[in-house]
Every structure is written in C-alpha cells, then in structure tokens.
C-alpha cells in the first residue's frame, strides 16, 4: 500500500457541530483560499446527550465512525495544517475527555473546544469571508443543533458577540417531546426562545444594523424548502417562514417532517429550526434574512491561516488581558526572558520540545500577575479564576484551563493531591512548564534581576542544574534561600533542581 502524499499547500478546518460535522480542505491564496473539498456527516451528536449531560454509547459510536471517515481524507494535509473545533454538544458533555481523547485518537488531531462566543466569532470570520465588503453592520445568525450564535459586527472587526445556549435539537427535545406539532407546543419554543434572548434583546436593538446575514445548514435548508423548484433567492422572508410553520401543523410527526426540497437527514430538526428562526425575526424585528455560505469551518480555517502567518488573536487576547489588569510589562518579560532560557536547556531532555509548550510558557510569563490588580497575597489564586473564566478571543476551553493553572501553580506551596491532579491532565508537559515559570519568577522575585547571561544551565530527564558565577549566591542571599525552598516544591513535581557554581 503506497503511503499518501502529502500536500504542504493544503489547509483543512473540521467544524464537530451538534447535528452535522463539517470539513473543508482548501488551498491558500494570495487573496485568502480557494476550496478544494467539503464533506459533511449527519452525525447528530447533541441528539444522544440525556438531561445528565452523558452522551450515549450509540451517539459516540456514530461520531467515532464519521471521524475515521474524516482521518483518510486529512492524511494528505500536514498536521499543523489542521485544526479541529468541538461546539454546544461537546461543551455540555459530562466526562467529555473520555470521548475527546478517543476521538483525537480515531482522528489522529488535537481537538479543541471552544466557548459559546468563540464559536460565534470564527462564525463571523466565515461569515465575513464570503459577503461582500461593506461599511455598514451585519447581524449573523447561526442557528445550530445544541445553540445559536448572534453576532453583530462591521467589516473589521465583531462588536456584539453572543451564544444562546438553544438549538434546533433542544428545541425538538424540550418542545415536541410529544412528536406533536400542536399550537401549544409552537408556544412552548416561542418562550424558551424569548427566555434565551431577552438578556441580549435591547443590546442588540440599541446598536442596529443594516443587514440580517444567516449562516450553518438550519438557515440554508430553510431556504431550500422556502425556495425549491422556484429560482433561488438566498433569502428568507419572515412572512414566508410564518407561513412555513403554520402548514407544518399538518403534519403528522414533528421528527418526521415531509417536504420537497428537505432531506430525510435533516428532517427530525427542521421544525425546532424553524421556530427559533421564526421567534428571533418576530423579537428582532427583521424581515428578511440573507443566506450566505460562510459559517464556522471557513472561520476557522481563516483563523488557522492567521495563526500560520504569525497573526494569532490568542497573542492579542493576553496582550489585551495584559494591558486591563494592568501587568507590569518590564517584569513579565524578564521573566520571559529567563524562562525561556530555561526552556531552550530543558525542552530535549525534558521531550517538550513543542510549539503548544512555547506558547503556553509564553502566555503565562505575560499573565502570571494579572491577579495582582485584586490581592498580592492570593494573586496567583486570583489570576487563575480570571484566566479560568475570562472570553479570551482564540482559546480553546482546554488552553485556557491549562493556563489557568499555570498561573495557579506559579508560586508558593503545592499539595501532594494537586500534583496527582497535574499529572492527570490532557497536556502532559504542564508540570515541566510549572517548573519552568516558577524558577523564573523566583530568579525575578526582587525585580532587578539583570545577570541572566551568568546563569548557566543543564538538564537531564526530570533534573535542571543551574550554575551560577563562583560567589554570586553568597552576594543574593534572598535569591539563594528562594531556589532552596523552590527545590521542595519542585521534588513533589518530580523534579529535581541542583545549585551549583562555576
């Protein structure tokens, strides 16, 4: 069997939606990329999630074979080209590592799950890809299986991000529970939708906009039905969904509907689409709402692109994090600066030689001080819960988690328990890194540290030496009993730190 050829020109994005998965594979261009291949798989993944939030054996088994199905297809496209995105279904899912980790095993690629307005931001990347430049405001709207994304924004940039935690999925489940397509329970979805937008609703009024944009396969199979066997609009008129959803009622199962133009795939969800398009327009007060074919794999292809040339909004996100809590630049980078002297040492011996690694250093040289701004003797304690639960624009859930205790681990004790919990984690070389930062940040302490260029450094698998200028310990007394105790903290880590001179 000839091994596949990989093409370095490729570029693929996999969208792990909550009804359907979506790939794109596509090829860079001077003006952006020009598509190659789209699949997409019904797998309906938020369908097999009880109300404890387990996702069953069936759904799992269905996601796993649609996921083999995909790892052909990307064999021919490097593995730092790919980048793979979990959405509302793997958010709720209780236990969800078990069933990521057998998913990247199956797929052979990282999986990250993002949060509601991450989503809803490389939404509007997608979105904005395939619209026509404009100076006004869009309002896109995303309607998927486990929730529904609003974003308002102008050519540049998004101003209003939000995700309503209800889908077309939910809505079925909640709603029709019954299969029946009665008024009361159109009146049942019309409150859960209100319920879900009415914290958003006057924000969203306030700002305005120009155009209503719809995106994802639950706006473009509206569309179909609305428009088949007539000349294609790319529109949806609130007077022709109204009238959708009223005929609907004749008939005779809710997950069964029956319509020319609508796919037996997609029709168990297509009335809960419908309601929640219908109920949004009724609130939002638009009339129309144009459908276009940029949703969330072409942003994210669009923001791989980015991070490939160097422009990574994860970078802009803790700089901006950075400049609210106002960190002290000076002292983040010459903690930087030593930990990544430090890094240079240990990566090889210490098989952390990554770019996941560098930047997770890097980030967490930049933030470690962010809780300062609350209190400087818990302000590792307080930057954690920040970084744990600020929208950082780029972070996948798991990143950001793992910063978070980055910035928790940096300093002072850690107990027997909480390293076993280290050790547990996803990311494997998240206790190096501790070790890393927390050396740094010790060597930073008095915040004059300048003689980096007299530390030498060694290291072998769980082992750093640093090896200082004959009498330079005895001159930083306050250095020298820091490293000392580091070296307990360091111990339950698995990690040994030897002090020497030259």
Request: negative net charge; contains cysteine; charged residues 20%.
């Amino acid at each position: 069997m000839k091994p596949t050829v990989v093409d370095p020109s490729q570029f693929a994005a996999l969208d792990l939606g909550s009804n359907s998965f979506h790939l794109l594979i596509a090829k860079e261009t001077a003006h952006g990329f020009t598509t190659l291949d789209r699949v997409k798989d019904m797998v309906r993944l938020a369908e097999g999630l009880d109300e404890n939030g387990e996702l069953s054996a069936v759904a799992c088994e269905r996601a796993l074979e649609s996921l083999a199905k995909f790892q052909q297809r990307l064999r021919s496209v490097p593995t730092d080209h790919v980048r793979v995105v979990g959405t509302s279904a793997l958010r709720r899912t209780r236990g969800a590592n078990y069933f990521i980790h057998q998913a990247e095993n199956t797929l052979q690629h990282k999986i990250e799950v993002v949060s509601g307005r991450e989503e809803a931001r490389l939404i509007y990347l997608g979105a904005r890809h395939t619209l026509a430049p404009t100076d006004t405001q869009r309002l896109i709207i995303d309607v998927g299986g486990g929730s529904t994304e609003l974003i308002l924004g102008n050519q540049s940039e998004p101003l209003l991000l939000e995700s309503l935690d209800i889908g077309c999925v939910d809505i079925m489940q909640q709603c029709f529970i019954d299969n029946k397509i009665s008024q009361k329970n159109l009146n049942a979805a019309r409150l859960v939708v209100g319920l879900e937008l009415e914290p958003y609703l006057t924000q969203f009024h306030r700002s305005g906009w120009d155009q209503a944009v719809g995106t994802s396969g639950t706006l473009a199979a509206i569309d179909h039905v609305l428009n088949f066997g007539a000349h294609p609009t790319g529109t949806i008129q609130y007077q022709s969904l109204s009238d959708l959803v009223t005929s609907l009622k004749r008939q005779q199962a809710a997950n069964q509907i029956q319509l020319p133009g609508l796919s037996n795939r997609r029709s168990p969800v297509f009335l809960g689409g419908c309601v929640i398009v219908l109920n949004l327009m009724t609130l939002l007060e638009i009339d129309k709402i144009e459908v276009t074919d940029g949703a969330l794999r072409e942003g994210i292809l669009i923001d791989l692109l980015g991070r490939h040339h160097h422009h990574d909004v994860r970078d802009l996100s803790i700089h901006t994090l950075a400049k609210r809590f106002q960190v002290d630049e000076s002292q983040s980078a010459a903690v930087s600066e030593c930990a990544f002297k430090l890094y240079q040492a240990c990566a090889e011996p210490w098989n952390i030689v990554s770019d996941d690694c560098q930047q997770l250093l890097k980030w967490a040289c930049e933030v470690h001080e962010i809780g300062m701004a609350i209190s400087h003797s818990q302000h590792h304690h307080h930057g954690s819960n920040i970084l744990a639960a600020a929208d950082l624009p780029g972070f996948s859930k798991n990143d950001q988690y793992l910063l978070s205790l980055l910035v928790r681990f940096h300093r002072r004790t850690i107990k027997g328990e909480q390293v076993a919990s280290l050790h547990q984690e996803q990311f494997s070389s998240l206790a190096q890194l501790i070790a890393l930062l927390r050396i740094s940040v010790q060597l930073n302490r008095g915040r004059s540290f300048r003689d980096l260029q007299l530390i030498r450094v060694e290291a072998k698998t769980d082992k750093i030496t640093l090896q200082f200028q004959r009498g330079w310990l005895k001159d930083h007394p306050l250095t020298h009993e820091d490293l000392k105790q580091e070296k307990d903290a360091l111990e339950k880590l698995g990690i040994a730190l030897v002090l020497n001179e030259y």
